[in-house]
C-alpha cells in the first residue's frame, strides 16, 4: 500500500526556517518524481515545488522562488522541503505528491496518484 | 486569483447531475491534460479524473471528465451525499512552466 507520512510542521516567526519530511512507503521511491503542493487555511491548492527521481532537478513557484528548497533521499525514502525566510503567506497545510506518468501513444501526460495526509505550517509572531 | 477559473460553489438535488467548469488558457488546459481531485472535509486530495476523462481504479463511473479547448469540465450524476466536498481542476502550464490549480469549487448536495 502506497503511503505518504508528512512531518515537521509547526509555529514559527516570520523569518525562520522549518524542514519539511515526506517519508514514502509500498513503493519504489526511487523512480517517481515528487512534488509539494500547500494549501492556505479556507483556500485552495497551491502547487509549491517539484523534484525529478534522482534528484538532479528541481523547479520551483515563484512564490517560494530562492527561499525553499526541495531534495530528496532515496535512500532513506524521504523526501523534504527546507523552508527559509517564512512569511504569513506561507502558513497553509503542506503536502506531499506521487507523480506518475500515463503514456499512450507516444506521449505522456502526468498526474499526482497519491497524497500524503498534510502538515501543518503556521507563520506568525 | 487562481491560473485555472472555477465557479466557488454548486449545488444540486440528491440523484440529479452536476457538472463543474474549470477555464484556462492556450498555456495549460489547450495544450495539456487536465486532472480533477476531490477533497473531502478535512482530508487530503484525492485523485479522481486524469488525463481530461480518465478514471482511476476504485473512482465511481458516476464521474466523468471532458475537455474542450482552453475549457474542461467534470459531471457527477447520480449525487449522493458522500460527493459533498471541494472539487479542484489542475493542468501544468507552459508559460509559467509549473503546476496550476483551480480556486475549488465546493459542491453542497441539497
Known amino acids: 500500500e502506497v503511503q505518504l507520512v508528512e512531518s515537521g510542521g509547526g509555529l514559527v516567526q516570520p523569518g525562520g526556517s522549518l524542514r519539511l519530511s515526506c517519508a514514502a512507503s509500498?513503493?519504489?521511491?526511487?523512480?517517481?518524481?515528487m512534488h509539494w503542493v500547500r494549501q492556505a487555511p479556507g483556500k485552495g491548492l497551491v502547487w509549491v515545488s517539484r523534484i525529478n527521481s534522482d534528484g538532479s532537478s528541481t523547479s520551483y513557484a515563484d512564490s517560494v522562488k530562492g527561499r525553499f528548497t526541495i531534495s530528496r533521499d532515496n535512500a532513506k525514502n524521504t523526501l523534504y522541503l527546507q523552508m527559509n525566510s517564512l512569511r504569513a503567506e506561507d502558513t497553509a497545510v503542506y503536502y506531499c505528491?506521487?507523480?506518475?506518468?500515463?503514456?499512450?501513444?507516444?506521449?505522456?501526460?502526468?498526474?499526482?496518484?497519491?497524497w500524503g495526509q498534510g502538515t501543518l505550517v503556521t507563520v506568525s509572531s | 486569483q487562481s491560473v485555472l477559473t472555477q465557479p466557488p460553489s454548486v449545488s444540486e438535488a440528491p440523484r440529479q447531475r452536476v457538472t463543474i467548469s474549470c477555464s484556462g488558457s492556450s498555456s495549460n488546459i489547450g495544450n495539456n491534460a487536465v486532472n480533477w481531485y476531490q477533497q473531502l472535509p478535512g482530508k487530503a486530495p484525492k485523485l479522481l479524473i486524469y488525463?481530461?476523462?480518465l478514471l482511476p481504479s476504485g473512482v465511481s463511473d458516476r464521474f466523468s471528465g471532458s475537455k474542450s479547448g482552453t475549457s474542461a469540465s467534470l459531471a457527477i450524476s447520480g449525487l449522493q451525499s458522500e460527493d459533498e466536498a471541494d472539487y479542484y481542476c489542475?493542468?501544468?502550464?507552459?508559460?509559467?512552466?509549473?503546476?496550476?490549480f483551480g480556486g475549488g469549487t465546493k459542491l453542497t448536495v441539497l
Open positions: 489542475a493542468a501544468w502550464d507552459d508559460r509559467l512552466n509549473g503546476w496550476v
Open positions: 488525463y481530461d476523462d
Open positions: 509500498g513503493f519504489t521511491f526511487s523512480s517517481y518524481w
Open positions: 505528491a506521487r507523480d506518475v506518468a500515463y503514456c499512450s501513444g507516444g506521449s505522456c501526460v502526468y498526474y499526482f496518484d497519491y
